[in-house]
């Protein structure tokens, strides 16, 4: 593989992680107006929210059959405009059996998507030797920035779904296709070496477990801050209506300062130590939400958080390649389905743990969750596999 392709290959992968962060992020941010286009029971709004994340397993798992024959750049080209198609469908319908159908393509899709993504993301690091997955990560946090963005344009003109989505998707889907044809996979160094022993070709769920457990609970945090922090900041900490609205956005933008920095810092320190620290940090964040006294210690912890969280999913996707350096394709895809199950327990955990005891005391859950990472921090660095600093293969030019 040459430099330039490389190159190309990175640029057009982050572009895909970018125009998959605002899909998402239109979607579930305008899941009120979705709720009032189509008349969904508040009894039934759970159930639809559920079977997204749940098909997306399932594309997972699909996807982890379908890259043994085809490789994952091709499902990355397809599953990418379904994705903005079933968006767009999202807006289009007019009877709760559309919004069903669109909300199960899309389900589907993003999990093919998601798990397509990082492994051409663990792929190409590989072939780099040096850490740039967190580069990913954090044009997928852009892109989830510029969503919000646009969905909170929508809201505030009072915009249809259908006008919020249709300009997205005429000016993304033309741009992901074209970028498409550059992806790129770096399988030149899958000869370097094996990772743990008895992990380089079959994959052990054993030996996966750890990072699949990492991978859950660091979305079992995300997902508390996503659907919590809003409630918490007025309910808990007594702050005003228009200030509830302020923590996820200062969460997001920690979250793409975190991963636009992060690589700098798996270099320098490696990707052990850099897991460890954002555990601990957003352990401490956890903490500070959990016992502030008002809402601006409050906008602390929560600071703390997209700082501290950021960077373990990126590293966990970076640390299974790895570890199955015969297997990574599905090593990832099996890991991705871990990221929805976090997403599904998170939520209804601190739900029911806030109402039946508090939230203060609900926020100490994910807390711990997030600090039993260090017990697991090894896995993200086994063998001559590791990235970072005094780890990285030498290459003979920089490709960018």
């Not at 594309?59 to 079933?86: D, F, H, Y």
Request: one cysteine or more; a positive charge; aromatic letters at 10%.
């Amino acid at each position: 593989m040459t430099d330039a392709g490389l190159r190309h290959g990175r640029a057009s992968l982050g572009l895909s992680f970018g125009v998959q962060g605002v899909a998402f992020a239109l979607l579930v941010t305008r899941i009120p107006a979705i709720q009032d286009r189509y008349g969904i029971s508040d009894g039934l709004l759970p159930v639809f929210l559920a079977a997204v994340p749940v098909l997306a397993g399932a594309g997972s798992v699909a996807t982890e059959k379908v890259v043994a024959r085809v490789r994952p750049g091709v499902v990355l080209r397809w599953s990418q405009p379904l994705v903005l198609l079933a968006l767009l469908g999202v807006g289009a319908g007019r009877e709760v059996w559309h919004v069903a159908v669109a909300l199960g393509v899309f389900g589907l899709a993003v999990g093919a998507l998601d798990a397509s993504m990082n492994m051409l993301g663990v792929s190409l690091q590989r072939a780099y030797g040096r850490s740039i997955m967190l580069g990913f990560h954090a044009a997928y946090s852009l892109g989830g920035i510029a969503g919000a963005s646009l969905a909170w344009v929508g809201a505030r003109w009072d915009l249809s779904l259908l006008v919020s989505y249709l300009p997205v998707v005429v000016v993304l889907l033309p741009a992901a296709l074209a970028g498409s044809r550059w992806y790129t996979e770096g399988r030149g160094t899958e000869e370097t070496g094996p990772g743990p022993a008895g992990a380089g070709g079959a994959l052990s769920f054993r030996l996966l477990l750890p990072l699949c457990l990492v991978m859950s609970f660091a979305y079992i945090g995300d997902s508390t801050v996503s659907n919590w922090s809003a409630k918490y900041l007025q309910d808990v900490l007594g702050g005003s209506e228009q200030l509830a609205t302020v923590p996820y956005n200062v969460y997001m933008v920690t979250t793409l300062l975190g991963r636009a920095v992060g690589d700098l810092g798996v270099r320098r320190f490696g990707a052990v130590a850099v897991v460890r620290g954002g555990s601990l940090l957003a352990a401490g964040g956890f903490a500070v939400v959990a016992a502030a006294p008002g809402a601006g210690v409050g906008m602390l912890g929560f600071t703390m958080l997209g700082f501290g969280l950021c960077v373990i999913v990126p590293q966990t996707f970076a640390a299974a390649g790895p570890m199955f350096p015969g297997n990574s394709d599905a090593a990832v895809a099996r890991l991705n389905i871990f990221n929805y199950v976090g997403f599904l327990v998170g939520s209804p955990l601190v739900g029911a743990l806030g109402d039946a005891w508090s939230y203060r005391g609900a926020m100490l859950v994910p807390m711990f969750l997030v600090l039993t990472t260090l017990v697991y921090a090894r896995a993200f660095g086994p063998g001559p596999e590791r990235y970072g600093g005094g780890h990285e293969r030498p290459h003979t030019a920089d490709v960018g």
